[in-house]
């Protein structure tokens, strides 16, 4: 949870000021790990030691219940804004409405806490397993209750909005993080109503001191479930991001020589010299799905103009590796410094129906044409002719 805080904090902090998504999930990872630091024993036993005794449990509920009012607010600017009020869906104005009571809610539980904490728990003796210890006391049950309201109802507001998410979700890896965080939601609303129960229980019958223990072992076992899962289901989309710009990056590598040799002909034709791949690969001025697209044009382009450098015209139905040896014959007609001569034959890509479909053309030439790049241009053999009277 800290990797991914830490991970996901430039561009929360930096990033843009309409951008409310990610400041959101940001604070909902970065609370969510600061309290699962306060579970660690050198922090937990470093809190407990100051004059406040458990303060590790107090801060704990003051950063899970921050954590819990940042994810209702992700849910909130998940959905947008709409041009008027007449076009927001029910469950979007429910999800608003739930997020300014939940706003001064928070407030009011971290309140409420803090005056439970100070008066009615008993405090007398450090606790290393609150929740175990203090089974059986009606301050501590008080005090939890508390919280386990605010964090229930918040969880579960959170796990309907994200199911009903999960089924307008236009792509699968969206659908599987949203469900994937639906589903913890689910095991922190089963956390806080089983603890609470727990506790109310031990009020009017004490449990042995083995069996608080064991119970506070296993919840808090499936509290470590719900973490995993809610931040490996809100990365899903992030790194499926991720796969794109590197799929995207490696046909930039791809393009990088058949592009490079035709911006070298034809220099005034890029924005920009061509220049060595790495250093073309860290533009991160331009993102890699445009460059590419220009880089698609750029070559389109610088092709056309080869037909006055052709020697001869492509032939048809021959596939990339006729694309680039007529691209490779040409500029080599081209760097002899011959003028241009009248417009060739068209070399002619199969029809694509998407940019996607274009690109991946591209590809096979590039393949093709670093493969001819080894070799020397040569002319395309001359058909064999049929000796007279011999049939064929």
């Given at each position: 949870m800290t990797a991914v805080a830490l991970w996901r904090m430039p561009a929360a902090l930096w990033g843009d000021e309409e951008d409310r998504r990610r400041r959101a999930l940001w604070g909902c990872y970065a609370g969510f790990a600061a309290a699962l630091w306060t579970k660690t024993q050198y922090v937990r036993v470093r809190l407990n030691d100051s004059p406040v005794i458990d303060l590790a449990v107090l801060v704990k509920h003051y950063t899970a219940t921050i954590a819990i009012l940042a994810i209702l607010s992700y849910i909130v600017a998940i959905?947008?804004?709409?041009?008027?009020?007449?076009?927001v869906p029910r469950h979007?104005?429910?999800?608003?409405?739930?997020?300014?009571?939940?706003?001064?809610?928070?407030?009011?539980?971290?309140?409420?806490?803090?005056?439970?904490?100070?008066?009615?728990?008993?405090?007398?003796?450090?606790?290393?397993?609150?929740?175990?210890?203090?089974?059986?006391?009606?301050?501590?049950?008080?005090?939890?209750?508390?919280?386990?309201?605010?964090?229930?109802?918040?969880?579960?507001?959170c796990a309907v909005q994200w199911w009903l998410a999960v089924r307008s979700a236009p792509r699968r890896h969206l659908r599987i993080g949203l469900g994937m965080m639906a589903v913890a939601m689910v095991i922190g609303v089963a956390y806080t109503v089983s603890r609470g129960l727990f506790l109310w229980i031990s009020v009017a019958d004490?449990?042995?001191?083995?069996?608080?223990?064991?119970?506070?072992?296993?919840t808090e076992a499936g509290q470590v479930v719900l973490f995993t899962l809610f931040a490996v289901g809100a990365s899903i989309p992030a790194f499926a991001t991720g796969a794109r710009r590197l799929r995207l990056w490696r046909a930039q590598a791809a393009l990088h020589p058949l592009w490079r040799d035709l911006m070298t002909a034809f220099p005034e034709q890029p924005f920009a010299p061509p220049a060595p791949l790495a250093r073309e690969l860290l533009?991160?001025?331009?993102?890699?799905d445009v460059r590419i697209d220009r880089w698609a044009a750029d070559i389109a382009d610088a092709v056309e103009q080869l037909r006055h450098w052709a020697p001869e015209g492509p032939a048809a139905g021959r596939g990339p590796e006729?694309?680039?040896?007529?691209?490779?014959?040409?500029?080599?007609?081209?760097?002899?410094?011959?003028?241009?001569?009248?417009?060739?034959?068209?070399?002619?890509?199969?029809?694509?129906?998407?940019?996607?479909?274009?690109?991946?053309?591209?590809?096979?030439?590039s393949a093709a044409y670093r493969d001819a790049v080894r070799k020397p241009a040569t002319p395309r053999p001359a058909p064999v002719p049929t000796p007279k009277g011999t049939p064929s």
């Open positions: 959905y947008g804004r709409y041009e008027s009020d007449v076009d979007v104005r429910f999800a608003r409405t739930v997020q300014r009571v939940a706003a001064r809610a928070a407030l009011a539980t971290l309140v409420l806490l803090t005056v439970l904490f100070f008066t009615v728990v008993d405090r007398s003796h450090p606790s290393d397993r609150f929740v175990a210890d203090h089974a059986g006391e009606w301050g501590a049950t008080l005090y939890y209750t508390v919280f386990y309201v605010y964090l229930g109802a918040a969880s579960a507001v004490r449990p042995s001191e083995s069996f608080a223990l064991s119970f506070d072992k296993w533009r991160l001025g331009t993102p890699a006729e694309s680039a040896r007529w691209i490779r014959a040409a500029l080599a007609a081209h760097a002899t410094g011959a003028p241009a001569g009248p417009a060739g034959p068209a070399l002619v890509p199969p029809q694509a129906a998407d940019q996607d479909g274009e690109i991946a053309w591209l590809l096979r030439v």
